[in-house]
């Protein structure tokens, strides 16, 4: 399975105040990375694809691009993430060429189940 949620966040948590998504639908989790233990918990082996430029900006210690968007605290997702999980599958020009950005918006798991 390939999962795409929003990561706006380290660790998941519900909101601290009500929040709605863009068709007016209440968001009850937002999720960290923590859903790779929730996902391998439930038997899965879990792969973070990313692009190479946020897998070398984490590895770097660089965890912020100055986003300001009310949708994601960049600084505390990244803070959260281990380089050394992360799977590049688009190099820095293709993220450019395909219009990855911000690059943390797509971040995708590849969760298998034997």
Same mark, same amino acid.
């Given at each position: 399975?390939?999962?795409?949620?929003?990561?706006?966040?380290?660790?998941?948590?519900?909101?601290?105040?009500?929040?709605?998504?863009?068709?007016?639908?209440?968001?009850?989790?937002?999720?960290?990375? /923590? +859903?790779?233990?929730q996902l391998e918990s439930a038997g899965f082996t879990v792969s *973070?694809? $990313?692009?190479?430029?946020? %897998?070398?900006?984490?590895?770097?210690?660089?965890?912020?691009?100055?986003?300001?968007?009310?949708?994601?605290?960049?600084? /505390? +997702?990244l803070s959260h993430a281990d380089p050394t999980t992360?799977?590049?599958? *688009?190099? $820095?020009?293709?993220?450019? %060429?395909?219009?990855?950005?911000?690059?943390?918006?797509?971040?995708?798991?590849?969760?298998?189940?034997?």
């Amino acid at each position: 399975m390939f999962l795409q949620v929003p990561m706006p966040q380290g660790r998941t948590a519900p909101p601290t105040t009500p929040e709605y998504h863009s068709d007016d639908t209440l968001v009850y989790w937002r999720f960290g990375w /923590d +859903l790779r233990d929730q996902l391998e918990s439930a038997g899965f082996t879990v792969s *973070a694809l $990313v692009t190479a430029s946020l %897998r070398d900006r984490v590895a770097a210690g660089e965890l912020s691009t100055g986003y300001d968007g009310p949708d994601c605290d960049e600084v /505390d +997702l990244l803070s959260h993430a281990d380089p050394t999980t992360l799977t590049a599958v *688009a190099s $820095v020009q293709q993220a450019q %060429r395909f219009g990855f950005r911000p690059d943390f918006q797509f971040i995708t798991w590849d969760a298998t189940k034997a």
